[in-house]
C-alpha cells in the first residue's frame, strides 16, 4: 500500500550491497524516520472506474521531487482518486481526494431519473422533468455523471480536495479540509508550500496535524493562499452537510476548536 514492495530477510550487514546492487536497476530504498515518506495512491482513474483523477501519476512526480526531505516527524501524503477515499487520505499528514463537479446538459434529459437514484447524497431531486442540485449538499463524486446514459449529466470541472492534519497511530488525528478542486498542476507547489510552512512552524517530533493544533489552520491557509487563494475553503463551508458526512459524526462540526486558534 506505500507504493513500494518488501524485500524481506536482508542481513544487515548486506543492507549497504544492496542498496547498491537496487540502484543499479534504478529502484531507490524507502526510507522511515522524519521525513517526507513514499506518497500512498489508490488506482485512480487508470485502474479504477470510480477514479476520477491520475491518483498515480501524481504519486510519481511528488515522490520524485520530495521523497526524503527532512522534517520535525514523519510527513505521509495520500492521493484517492475520489471521496470513497480507498488509501484513508483523511488520515494522511496531507490528503488529496479526486473531486467531479457535474453540470446539467438540459437538452439531452429524459427526465429517467437514474442520477437522482444513483445519488447518495441527498444532493439531486427532479424539479419540472428536470434534476437540480444542492450543491451544500453535493461530495463531488460524479456517480451520477456516471449513471447517466444519455450524456446530460456532465463533468464541468475535476480537482482534488486539499486535506491536512491527519494521522494515525495511538492519538489519531483527522484532516482539515484547505481547498477544493485545486487543478493537478497545482498539486505539487501545494506539496511545496505546505512542507516550507511545516518547517517554518513545527516543532522536534511534531507531526504537522499537533502543528495545526497549535498554530491554527488559518496560518496554513494564509501561507497557501498565494497559491491557490480561489481554492481555499472557507470556515464557513465546513458546516455544509458535504463536509459534515465526509467525516464521523461530530468532526466537522468542530473543526475550529479541533485545529487551535483560528486567529493565529
Not at 536497476?25 to 526510507?31: C, E, F, L, R, T
Not at 505521509?76 to 481526494?97: E, N, Q, W
Not at 437514484?117 to 449538499?137: H, K, T, W
Request: one cysteine or more; glycine letters at 10%.
Amino acid at each position: 500500500v506505500r507504493m513500494s514492495p518488501e524485500i524481506l530477510h536482508i542481513k544487515l550487514s548486506d543492507v549497504e550491497a544492496v542498496g547498491r546492487e537496487l540502484a543499479e536497476a534504478g529502484q531507490k530504498i524507502a526510507s522511515c524516520g522524519k521525513r517526507t515518506r513514499v506518497p500512498v495512491a489508490c488506482g485512480g482513474c487508470e485502474y479504477n472506474p470510480n477514479g476520477i483523477v491520475d491518483t498515480q501519476r501524481l504519486a510519481l512526480e511528488i515522490n520524485d521531487r520530495f521523497f526524503g526531505q527532512d522534517h520535525y516527524g514523519k510527513f505521509k501524503i495520500t492521493l484517492s482518486g475520489c471521496p470513497i477515499d480507498c488509501p484513508h487520505a483523511r488520515m494522511a499528514d496531507l490528503g488529496f481526494v479526486g473531486q467531479m463537479e457535474p453540470e446539467l446538459v438540459a437538452g439531452n434529459c429524459t427526465s429517467c431519473e437514474l442520477c437522482t437514484r444513483a445519488c447518495q447524497d441527498d444532493a439531486l431531486e427532479m424539479v419540472d422533468g428536470l434534476p437540480v442540485r444542492n450543491y451544500d449538499n453535493c461530495v463531488s463524486c460524479g456517480d451520477c455523471v456516471k449513471a447517466c446514459p444519455f450524456d446530460a449529466m456532465v463533468p464541468k470541472r475535476k480537482g482534488h480536495a486539499v486535506l491536512a492534519g491527519g494521522k494515525g497511530g495511538k492519538h489519531m488525528l483527522l484532516t482539515e479540509p484547505v481547498a477544493n478542486f485545486v487543478p493537478d498542476e497545482k498539486v505539487l507547489d501545494v506539496v511545496e508550500k505546505v512542507s516550507e510552512w511545516y518547517r517554518a512552524k513545527g516543532k522536534r517530533g511534531e507531526r504537522i496535524g499537533m502543528t495545526i493544533a497549535r498554530v491554527g489552520t488559518n496560518s496554513l491557509k494564509e501561507h497557501l493562499k498565494e497559491t491557490i487563494g480561489e481554492y481555499l475553503v472557507d470556515s464557513s463551508d465546513l458546516k455544509k452537510p458535504r463536509w459534515v458526512r465526509y467525516y464521523p459524526p461530530g468532526v466537522a462540526e468542530n473543526f475550529s476548536a479541533l485545529k487551535g486558534p483560528q486567529g493565529a
